[in-house]
């Protein structure tokens, strides 16, 4: 099927990338790679780890992403037996997927020490590690529960070692402080250079490899296989070594180094209007990001009071349900918070909509918690006050009730959107947007202006959030609790 030039730039291919300063810069480039060629990009980055971009994939929220073929045969496939790109493809499109042609590197999973280390312990091999059971090691999160990461790798080796968990942007600066001894890396990294690292020799042959591809749904347009393929043996480990260390240290973004590289390689011309790079003012870097955060932590909150409030009201007037529902609440709100996220995937896929549903959940305990206390604790002679009076029970729930209750009630709005606004950070890992890009993105690439680009914004959101809580509560208390100090705090 030859689609025409308008039927191109009204399709919109979503482009997926997980959260690694090689990820961006694969994305990127396929991203331009498509734009030039008349689509429109819209850019999923920091998808998370390698599950939460499959299941986006999976799920037609993403329509590809850049992934490696152990990855896929590993991780993914769950594989025991090594697999090569033949096979793959076949076992691949049974799922409906597939994948394009190698890029032409192999970013093999090793795990890496200082060179000063390997020199102390004499560590040549991954099999030394047994003799050095002392040494502190700290491994990404993902690499410590993959079928082809530490679990096995550990068995295979018959190391003793107990690692500790660590963001995998974070690894290099934790083994140049001492902090850690040894970490996996991913053998393009550009920090091993920089760090002069020394990769402990796989001598048992126990990763697979790991050739860089696109990962598509086999239902995607062939006009678009054909110029994914387009990159197919382009990448060698040395250029993609560069590409990460020029975004890490030279001060270029991914979107220039991509630039560049698709300059050199002929596949763009000088023309290409995307090339130049434009510096941006940082406000209006954040503001965008900022109302996106807004939005999330609004809607999911006033969710959560439109639910939490009535049914706090509900088992206050039947104090049977109370404790089931509370518990039931407390429960979801034990959940980690990444956690939630990633599971909302399957059900709701990537983006704002699952954010929000995540966010609403972890904002309802403290709202429905604070409305029953709140009603639970009014004066009982003042109840029977208001019986003397002649009052119905709803009369006697909105004019005496439920006003000597409110200032628990705001007190469990304020918690729940101060809640939201930092648990908001981590939508970016299923791509909602919001300044937790910029936390995401600067653990990532380790960088701490990022990083604060978003963490700064985000605490003084929380402590804005906190002052308009507070004149709100004042205003809409009953005037006698003012006077009379009592604490609108948390009940």
């Known amino acids: 099927m030859i689609l025409s030039a308008a039927e191109i730039s009204s399709q919109t291919i979503r482009v997926g990338a997980k959260h690694f300063n090689e990820g961006y810069i694969l ?29 986006a994939l999976k799920n037609n929220d993403i329509d590809l992403y850049p992934e490696y073929s152990g990855t896929i045969s590993e991780a993914i496939l769950k594989l025991r037996e090594k697999t090569g790109t033949d096979e793959l493809k076949k076992k691949l499109n049974d799922l409906d997927l597939d994948i394009s042609g190698e890029y032409g590197f192999n970013n093999t999973y090793a795990l890496a020490v200082k060179r000063s280390t390997a020199e102390k312990y004499g560590l040549n091999n991954i099999s030394d590690l047994r003799d050095h059971p002392e040494l502190k090691i700290g491994l990404s999160y993902e690499f410590l529960k993959r079928e082809d990461g530490w679990k096995n790798l550990s068995v295979a080796y018959d190391l003793k070692q107990i690692p500790g968990g660590l963001e995998h942007g974070l690894a290099y600066k934790a083994l140049d402080d001492g902090q850690i001894m040894l970490t996996d890396v991913y053998s393009t990294d550009g920090e091993i250079p920089k760090y002069d690292l020394k990769i402990l020799n ?4 126990f990763f ?37 260390s020029m975004v890490l240290f030279e001060n270029k973004t991914f979107s220039e180094v991509a630039a560049e590289f698709l300059k050199n390689k002929k596949i ?7 090339e130049v790079s434009q510096e941006t003012n940082i406000y209006s870097e954040i503001f965008p990001k900022l109302i996106q955060h807004l939005k999330l932590t609004f809607i999911a909150l006033l969710l959560s009071v439109l639910i939490a409030v009535p049914a706090g009201i509900f088992i206050y007037r039947y104090s049977s349900f109370s404790k089931p529902v509370l518990y039931l609440s407390g429960l979801l709100q034990t959940i980690p918070s990444i956690a939630l996220l990633a599971f909302m995937i399957p059900l709701f896929g990537i983006g704002f909509l699952p954010a929000v549903i995540a966010l609403f959940i972890y904002g309802l305990l403290p709202i429905l918690r604070n409305t029953t206390t709140g009603l639970f604790t ?41 809640i939201n606004i930092g648990t908001a950070t981590l939508a970016a890992f299923i791509g909602a947007g919001g300044l937790g890009e910029f936390i995401v993105t600067g653990l990532a690439l380790n960088n701490t202006k990022l990083i604060l680009m978003g963490a700064i914004p985000a605490a003084l959101l929380a402590i804005l959030t906190e002052l308009i809580f507070e004149i709100i509560e004042r205003m809409v208390s009953p005037k006698h609790l003012l006077r009379s100090g009592i604490s609108t705090d948390t009940v």
């Open 208 to 244: 697979p490899d790991y050739s860089a591809v696109t990962f598509y749904r086999t239902d995607l347009n062939e006009k678009i296989k054909t110029i994914l393929n387009e990159l197919t043996g382009k990448i060698s480990e040395n250029e993609m070594q560069e590409m990460n």
């Open 202 to 205: 796989d001598d048992k042959n």
């Open 268 to 274: 763009i011309g000088s023309s290409d209007k995307r």
């Open 27 to 55: 994305s990127e480039i396929l991203s331009r790679m498509l734009e030039l060629n008349g689509y429109t990009v819209e850019r999923n980055f920091s998808l998370g780890g390698t599950l939460i971009c499959y299941e």
């Open 378 to 418: 009014v004066d009982p002679l003042l109840k029977e006050v208001a019986d003397g009076m002649g009052m119905t029970s709803m009369q006697k729930l909105y004019n005496v009730e439920l006003p000597l209750a409110m200032p628990a009630i705001l007190a469990g709005i304020r918690t729940a959107a101060v």
